[in-house]
């Protein structure tokens, strides 16, 4: 699209009946393309070279909603990560280098974005690489009520999806109403303590396992729950350290 000067698209193909998403539509002036594609349930198709949707933005902040209810999609990160034979983790870098948000460095909010996509199996891992300015990822996957276990991938997703977004500071729902139940997670140093993002609480009441009492070394050091990250009433809290 030649609009030069266009900003705001809002919802421009919300709720339209919209089967397949195309690239190099979108003018790189934009910089809130909320709800873009939401609401659209016959939605399967993306682009193969996922980076077109908005192309190089620098101005792109908010992607908010931007698929919540497109319940037929399937794959939105080309699954970059697996694990071997051998447990260990291969990342295809070619994979990794095509994602939605690739070349939108300064995106701020990715409130929703998938909310209600139970199409979606497997936490698209890699979509965060390239965002290290991301703020907010309230409700990313809230109600992909079929979107598996974080167990399955063998690595903890801190260590990919939030691996390069030290400025988020509020995630909260971000996994409710999914199948994931059993969670671990790092919370990195560059984590403030004061942030919404995490809350104290006490280690002894951190696990109900047997392993998990102040007599172990293991639950030592300071320990913290994110706040409402899960909702889920078969969700618990899985041992959260800071290092």
């Not at 939605?43 to 908010?64: A, C, E, Q, R, Y």
């Not at 109600?143 to 801190?158: F, K, T, V, W």
């Not at 140093?189 to 102040?214: F, G, M, Q, R, V």
Request: neutral net charge; aromatic residues 10%; hydrophobic residues 35%.
């Amino acid at each position: 699209l030649t609009m030069p000067k266009v900003k705001n698209i809002d919802s421009m193909y919300d709720s339209c009946g919209l089967k397949e998403v195309k690239g190099n539509l979108i003018p790189n002036t934009v910089t809130y393309a909320k709800d873009l594609f939401a609401y659209n349930e016959h939605l399967t198709k993306l682009p193969d070279d996922l980076t077109t949707i908005f192309g190089s933005n620098s101005n792109l902040l908010n992607v908010s909603g931007l698929f919540q209810h497109c319940s037929n999609l399937t794959n939105v990160d080309n699954t970059p990560l697996t694990v071997n034979e051998n447990a260990q983790i291969i990342v295809d870098e070619t994979k990794l280098n095509n994602q939605i948000l690739r070349y939108c460095p300064n995106v701020l909010t990715v409130d929703e974005m998938f909310q209600s996509c139970t199409g979606l199996k497997k936490v698209p891992i890699g979509l965060l690489h390239w965002n290290p300015n991301v703020v907010m990822a309230n409700y990313i996957f809230n109600n992909c009520s079929n979107m598996q276990d974080a167990g399955d991938y063998g690595y903890s997703l801190n260590e990919y999806l939030f691996r390069n977004t030290p400025d988020l500071t509020s995630i909260k729902y971000a996994f409710s109403n999914t199948k994931i139940n059993n969670f671990s997670i790092v919370i990195m140093e560059n984590y403030n303590k004061d942030s919404s993002l995490i809350s104290p609480i006490s280690n002894k009441n951190l696990l109900n396992d047997k392993n998990a009492d102040n007599n172990n070394n293991q639950y030592k050091k300071e320990a913290f729950i994110i706040n409402q990250f899960f909702r889920t009433k078969n969700q618990k809290i899985i041992f959260i350290e800071k290092v």
